[in-house]
C-alpha cells in the first residue's frame, strides 16, 4: 500500500472553470469602475445623474462598492483560489458540476444586485445592501464554493498545506459567519426586510460585519493569491515561510475585533470603542509581514522589477497594501479619527487600498494567468507596461486629492476661533473648498479606467492568439507527504471530518443566535429616564425612503461629543437617540452636514424645497434635485406589515397603531400636505413620497418631546 | 448592547476554531519544515506528453 502512495496518478486540472471566472472578473470591472467614476463625477457635478433616480449618488454608490467588491474582487478571487489550489494540492477540483452552479450562481446574484440597487431596494448597511432574498442565495452558493474546496482539500495528493492555503479556508470560514451574522433580518415584503439588530446593536453588528468585509474579502484572500502568485511569477520562494506563517496566525486572530474603529465617538461605549483601536493598531505588525514577505521575494532580483511588468504591478499592489494598512491603524487612533472621520480622507484611504492594492493585483495576476490558461504568450508586454504606469498615476491622483479633500474639510468643519465660534459655521463653505479636488479624483478615476481597458484589450487579445483547440493537459502528480498509516479509510475521514467541523460550527453558530436572540432585547445600556418615543407610520414610511435613496450615504446621523460637532448640529447622539432604529443610520461620510437633530430647524416648506432643488435655499449645493418624490406614491400598504415587524423587534407599538398604520400615516400626510398647501405647495401630494420623507426629517431629534398619538 | 453577549462568543469561537486549526496544523507537522514548502510551489507539474488516458499502475 505504502509503495503505491508514493506512485503516481495521471490527472487534469479543471481549468475551465477558471478561465470563466477570470473572464467575469475582467467584465464586471469595467462595470465597477465606470459606476464609480459616474458617482466621482456627481460629487463635482451633480447634474451628472442625468436627473435619472437610478444612477443618483445614494443608489449608484452601493452599485459602485458592491460591482467592485464582489462582482470584480470576488470573481478574481474564485478564479486565482481556483487556479492555484488544484495546483497546490496535486488534485483536480472535486465537482465540476459545483463549480458550475457556484460560477453561475455568483453571477446570478451580481445580476440581481446590478437590478435591485439603482430601484432602491436596499437594507442600508454598508457593502450588505442586498436584499434578503439575495442574502439567502449569497448564503447557499457561499456554501457550494465551501464544499467544493474542502471536498478538493480532502482529495489532495500533497500533505502538506501551503501558506495560501490557510489564507483561503481563514477567508471562506470567516465570511460565512460575518454574511449570516449580519444578515438577519425579518422579511417585510418580498424586496425589504428589517434587520433584527437597532441601534448601537444594529451599528455594531454592522460594522464589525463592514470592517471584516475588507479584512477577509480584500485582504486574506488576495494575500493567498499573493503567496501563490508573487513567487510563481518571479520564480523565486517567498522571502521567508516562517514569517508567513507567523504573520497568518497573528493576523486571523486580531482581525475580527478591529471593527469598532468606525464607531469611534459614537454612543457605541467608550471602553468597545477603545478595544476596537488598539486591536486596529496592533493590526500594523501582521499587516506588514504580509507586505515585508512579498516585497522581499524580489530581494536581489531587483532586474525583474525593471523588465517584468507582471512584477511591476505586484509591487505596486504590495506597497498599497503596506500603505493602506499603515494608514489604517494610524486613522483608528481617536484623536485622528476626530478629524478624518467622516471626510474623504477615508474615501482616500479605501482606495488606495482598492485601486492599489486589489486592482493592481488582480491586473497583474491575470496577466501572469491569461497567457498560462489560454496556452499562448501575452499580447503586449509593452502595453501592460504603460497599464501599470497610468493605472499608479490614476491612484496617486485619487488618493493624494481625497486625502487633502478629507484634511482640508475636516481642519475647516473643527476650526474653532479664539471666542468658541465655529469658523466655518456654513457647512457648504466647507464643500465648495474641495470641489477641484472632486475634479482631480475624477480625473484620477478616468486615468485608472483607462489603464483598466488597456489592460482588457491586452486580455482580449492575448486570448485571440490562443490556439484553437485546447486540449486539457494531462499532469503527472505524486502522492507527497503522506505516512504509511494514511490509508484511503483515514484520508476519507480526515478531509470529512474538516468539512463536518466547518459545517457543525456554521450550524452551531446560527443556532446560538436564534437561541440567544430572546435575551437580546433588553437594552442594559439604555437610561430609562432619557428613553425616545419611536416614528409615526408616516415617518417610518418617509423613513424608508430615506433609505432606499441612499440618504445615509452622504448625512450621518450621529452627533460625536467633540466641540465642534456640538457646536454644528447639537448636543452629542445617545443610545436613547437611535434605540429605536431597525436599521441604525449613523452613516459613515459627510459629504452633507449631520441629520441627527435636523427635525423643526427648518419650516416644512424649506425641506419641499429643498427636495426639489437645493440650491433655491442652500447656494451652491452638491446635492441632486429629487423631482421624482413629487411624482412617486408613498407606500402605504405595506407598513401594517412593518409596524408588526417592528413591534416584535421590541419597539412599543400598540396594538391599534400596528393596525391601523397605514390609516394613521395616511391622516398624517393629508395634514402635512394641508400645511404645506397653505404656505404655498402645490395640491395633491397627499400620497406622494415627498410627503412622508418630510415627515421624517422632520422628527429627526426630536423625538425625546413629541407625543405623537398611537405612541405608549 | 447585549448584542455583545453573541459577538463575543462567536469571536470567541471563531479564534478557538483558529487554535484548533493551529494545533492540528502543529500536530500534523505542517509546520516542521519550514523551507522547502516555500520552493516547492515552483516546480512546474510535470506534463504527461504521450500518455493521455493510459493509468499509471
Not at chain 1, 531587483?302 to 523588465?307: F, M, N, P, S, T
Not at chain 1, 484620477?444 to 486539457?472: C, E, R
Amino acid at each position: 500500500m505504502t509503495s503505491e502512495r508514493a506512485a503516481t496518478d495521471t490527472i487534469s486540472y479543471d481549468d475551465e472553470i477558471v478561465k470563466k471566472f477570470t473572464l467575469a472578473t475582467i467584465i464586471w470591472g469595467i462595470a465597477a469602475l465606470v459606476f464609480g467614476l459616474i458617482a466621482a463625477i456627481q460629487l463635482a457635478y451633480w447634474p451628472m445623474n442625468l436627473n435619472l433616480e437610478w444612477i443618483t449618488f445614494g443608489r449608484l454608490r452601493p452599485l459602485h462598492t458592491n460591482a467592485a467588491i464582489f462582482a470584480f474582487a470576488g470573481n478574481a478571487i474564485f478564479a486565482g483560489i481556483y487556479y492555484s489550489l488544484q495546483r497546490l494540492l496535486k488534485a483536480r477540483l472535486f465537482s465540476d458540476t459545483l463549480s458550475a452552479i457556484h460560477f453561475w450562481g455568483w453571477q446570478f446574484i451580481i445580476l440581481c444586485a446590478a437590478i435591485t440597487l439603482p430601484l432602491g431596494y436596499t437594507q442600508s448597511k454598508e457593502y450588505a445592501e442586498l436584499e434578503w432574498p439575495i442574502d439567502i442565495m449569497i448564503t447557499l452558493i457561499w456554501v457550494v464554493f465551501a464544499i467544493n474546496f474542502f471536498m478538493t482539500m480532502k482529495r489532495r495528493r500533497e500533505k502538506h498545506l501551503y501558506v495560501g492555503i490557510w489564507f483561503y479556508i481563514a477567508t471562506i470560514i470567516t465570511v460565512a459567519v460575518l454574511h449570516i451574522v449580519n444578515s438577519i433580518e425579518i422579511p417585510v415584503t418580498l424586496m425589504k426586510s428589517l434587520p433584527v439588530w437597532g441601534g448601537v446593536q444594529d451599528a455594531l453588528v454592522q460594522w464589525w460585519y463592514g470592517h471584516n468585509a475588507v479584512a477577509f474579502f480584500l485582504t486574506t484572500p488576495f494575500l493567498g493569491l499573493m503567496y501563490y502568485f508573487v513567487p510563481k511569477a518571479a520564480n523565486r520562494p517567498i522571502y521567508s515561510y516562517r514569517l508567513s506563517i507567523i504573520h497568518f496566525w497573528s493576523l486571523v486572530f486580531i482581525y475580527i475585533w478591529a471593527g469598532p474603529h468606525h464607531l469611534l465617538y459614537t454612543s457605541l461605549p467608550e471602553w468597545a470603542q477603545t478595544l476596537g483601536m488598539i486591536f486596529s493598531v496592533m493590526l500594523w505588525m501582521p499587516s506588514w509581514g504580509g507586505m515585508i514577505n512579498g516585497l522581499m521575494t524580489l530581494k536581489g532580483a531587483y532586474k525583474q522589477l525593471i523588465q517584468d511588468p507582471i512584477i511591476k504591478f505586484f509591487v505596486g499592489a504590495l506597497t498599497f497594501y503596506g500603505m493602506s494598512t499603515f494608514e489604517g491603524p494610524l486613522l483608528s487612533i481617536k484623536s485622528v479619527s476626530a478629524l478624518g472621520h467622516y471626510t474623504d480622507w477615508i474615501v482616500g484611504h479605501v482606495h488606495s487600498g482598492t485601486l492599489g492594492w486589489n486592482g493592481m493585483f488582480i491586473m497583474g495576476m491575470m496577466l501572469w494567468m491569461v497567457p498560462k490558461l489560454w496556452k499562448t504568450e501575452l499580447y503586449s508586454k509593452k502595453l501592460a507596461e504603460n497599464t501599470f504606469w497610468i493605472s499608479l498615476t490614476g491612484v496617486l491622483f485619487y488618493y493624494v486629492s481625497m486625502t487633502v479633500a478629507g484634511i482640508t474639510q475636516g481642519l475647516m468643519l473643527n476650526g474653532i476661533d479664539k471666542a468658541g465660534h465655529l469658523m466655518y459655521p456654513d457647512f457648504i463653505e466647507t464643500v465648495t473648498q474641495i470641489i477641484p479636488l472632486y475634479w482631480v479624483r475624477a480625473i484620477g478615476g478616468t486615468l485608472y479606467l483607462i489603464g483598466y481597458l488597456m489592460f482588457v484589450y491586452n486580455i482580449f487579445k492575448t486570448i485571440q492568439s490562443a490556439p484553437k483547440a485546447i486540449v486539457d493537459e494531462k499532469i503527472i502528480v505524486t502522492y507527497t507527504g503522506w505516512s504509511e498509516k494514511y490509508t484511503d479509510g483515514h484520508r476519507k475521514m480526515e478531509g470529512m471530518g474538516f468539512l463536518f467541523s466547518i459545517m457543525a460550527f456554521l450550524a452551531i453558530a446560527v443556532g446560538s443566535i436564534i437561541e440567544i436572540y430572546p435575551t437580546l432585547s433588553i437594552q442594559k445600556y439604555i437610561n430609562p429616564s432619557q428613553t425616545t418615543n419611536p416614528y409615526t407610520p408616516l415617518e417610518i414610511a418617509g423613513r424608508g425612503i430615506y433609505i432606499s435613496e441612499g440618504c445615509y450615504l452622504c448625512h450621518s446621523q450621529q452627533i460625536r461629543p467633540i466641540p465642534a460637532d456640538v457646536l454644528r448640529y447639537g448636543k452629542p447622539s445617545t443610545i436613547e437617540d437611535s434605540m429605536w432604529d431597525h436599521p441604525f443610520q449613523w452613516g459613515s461620510k459627510r459629504t452633507g452636514p449631520d441629520l441627527s437633530r435636523l427635525g423643526k430647524k427648518y419650516p416644512d416648506m424649506w425641506h419641499f424645497q429643498h427636495m426639489i432643488d437645493p440650491r433655491t435655499v442652500t447656494p451652491n449645493s452638491i446635492m441632486p434635485n429629487y423631482p421624482w418624490l413629487l411624482t412617486k406614491n408613498t407606500d402605504f400598504l405595506t407598513l401594517r406589515k412593518e409596524f408588526s415587524v417592528l413591534k416584535n423587534l421590541g419597539v412599543p407599538y400598540d396594538e391599534n397603531t400596528v393596525a391601523n398604520a397605514d390609516i394613521i400615516a395616511q391622516k398624517q400626510a393629508t395634514e402635512l400636505s394641508a400645511s404645506l398647501v397653505s404656505q404655498g405647495a402645490p395640491t395633491g401630494l397627499d400620497k406622494k413620497q415627498i410627503i412622508a420623507l418630510i415627515a421624517y426629517l422632520q422628527a429627526l431629534g426630536q423625538k425625546e418631546k413629541i407625543n405623537t398619538e398611537g405612541v405608549k | 448592547m447585549n448584542i455583545l453577549f453573541l459577538m463575543i462568543p462567536i469571536a470567541l469561537l471563531l479564534g478557538f476554531i483558529f487554535v484548533l486549526g493551529f494545533i492540528w496544523a502543529v500536530n500534523d507537522g505542517q509546520m516542521d519544515d519550514l523551507e522547502t514548502p516555500a520552493i516547492r510551489i515552483l516546480n512546474d507539474d510535470l506534463i504527461d506528453k504521450k500518455l493521455h488516458r493510459k493509468e499509471f499502475k
